[in-house]
Nanobody, 133 residues
Framework: QVHLVESGGGSVQAGDSLRLSCAASISSGYLSSNFAMAWFRQDAGQAREFVAAISWGDGDTYYADSLKGRFRISRDIAENTVHLQMDRLKPEETAVYYC???????????????????????WGKGTLVTVSS
């Protein structure tokens, strides 16, 4: 079992930066290298949207096209934590940001996202990001 807890959300102004964190607690004590970690977001009344993903094993990353260059996902293996650095935030990016973990490797997550399948093995409860204009 993997328990995910997001943190770092809050209220910012348009153009500001924010860094989200996702701490993973693993019953086995470590997260297998075949896992991928991902961030999604969902605003009220809107569909869940993929943001970024990272391979736990080798650190390879994958981003939603519209977010490349402004968002950066990273991992801290020693702390079992994934971060999402968000720069130049926009009001339309107000949403609850969710962390997810999946055992199908990054390539599996990429395939899922490409066909609109957002079923991940584990989800956190989310952290709210509010961007004001």
């Amino acid at each position: 079992q993997v328990h995910l807890v997001e943190s770092g959300g809050g209220s910012v102004q348009a153009g500001d930066s924010l860094r989200l964190s996702c701490a993973a607690s693993i019953s086995s004590g470590y997260l297998s290298s075949n896992f991928a970690m991902a961030w999604f977001r969902q605003d009220a009344g809107q569909a869940r949207e993929f943001v970024a993903a990272i391979s736990w094993g080798d650190g390879d990353t994958y981003y939603a096209d519209s977010l490349k260059g402004r968002f950066r996902i990273s991992r801290d293996i020693a702390e079992n934590t994934v971060h999402l650095q968000m720069d130049r935030l926009k009001p339309e990016e107000t949403a609850v940001y969710y962390c997810a973990a999946d055992h199908w490797r990054l390539s599996g997550v990429v395939d899922k996202v490409a066909r609109g399948d957002y079923a991940m093995d584990f989800w956190g409860k989310g952290t709210l990001v509010t961007v004001s204009s």
